[in-house]
């Protein structure tokens, strides 16, 4: 060790008191102790940090195993469960599919006379010919077509047709002379009469397509009946209320002397020519 004659020479070499010369010692000596504690509190940090992990770590496998599963799975939106889930199309969009399925359709809107607006229901005759309207049509296309209450009927068929030609469709009720409207047949859906509902005139209760004195005479033999009665005619029951009475004989009187679009039947109602679709059943 430096006694203190050698630390005097030591100072007086560097032209320094004893003092100073304790001064400068003391400096060297913090300076030398500065890295050293740096590098034991970075030391000292890293063993914390190490050791919060493995604690952290600890914990979440002591939570994994004891904490039970309160979530259920989520089902990725591409998988085969959630295509099973996919609800199945109504009946209704089917009949619509396979409707448009065959080819181009017609919409058709009906008013049978003196039947209340939601009670339209009926076997209604369509006939669809070449052209434009004439007396005695000849259909490529016929159908008898069971009406709905509300009227409407959409997707008929019109396959086997020309899309782009012009058509005229005869529709005909059961106690109605038939009306006539003209059409271009689009390659889709068309909607006959604009979409608008076709009138059809009450009072043929013969079926002759014309109203005269012979259809007169039927309602007026079965005057007073009901639906429970033996004569009942449900044909003559023009408004639908259950008995045939002058509310129904007012639309004979009325249309009296009128013929249907397709002109007098002297027979059975006419069908589609050999050559074309044979008569076919549709409903709503």
């Known amino acids: 060790m430096l006694n203190i004659h050698t630390m005097q020479d030591f100072a007086d070499k560097l032209n320094l008191t004893r003092n100073q010369l304790f001064g400068l010692i003391g400096f060297v000596v913090i300076l030398l102790s500065i890295p050293l504690s740096f590098s034991l509190a970075r030391s000292s940090q890293v063993f914390r940090s190490r050791a919060d992990e493995l604690k952290k770590t600890a914990t979440s496998s002591a939570q994994i195993k004891k904490s039970p599963v309160t979530q259920p799975l989520e089902v990725p939106a591409t998988s085969p469960l959630s295509e099973l889930e996919q609800p199945a199309p109504t009946p209704d969009a089917l009949a619509s599919s396979l409707n448009t399925a065959f080819g181009p359709t017609l919409n058709v809107k009906i008013n049978l006379e003196g039947r209340p607006a939601g009670d339209q229901s009926a076997k209604v005759f369509i ?69 608008l509902a076709l009138l059809l005139l009450s009072g043929d209760l013969n079926e002759d397509n014309t109203i005269n004195s012979a259809d007169y005479t039927v309602a007026k033999a079965i005057y007073g009946a009901t639906a ?17 009475n002058n509310l129904d004989l007012v639309y004979i009187t009325k249309n009296t002397g009128k013929t249907g679009a397709s002109s007098i039947w002297y027979s059975s109602q006419p069908v589609a020519s050999g050559s074309a679709s044979l008569t076919t059943s549709g409903s709503a």
């Open 127 to 195: 006939g669809i010919a070449q052209g434009t309207p004439t007396g005695k049509p000849t259909y490529v296309l016929s159908f008898t077509v069971d009406f709905p209450a509300s009227g409407e009927f959409k997707g008929l068929s019109l396959a086997g047709l020309n899309p782009g030609s012009t058509y005229t469709a005869y529709v005909k009720g059961p106690a109605q002379i038939d009306s006539s409207s003209t059409f271009t047949m689009s390659p889709t859906e068309t909607n006959l009469n604009n979409n």
């Open 228 to 244: 429970s009665s033996a004569n009942w005619n449900a044909r003559a029951d023009l408004n639908q209320d259950g008995v045939i």
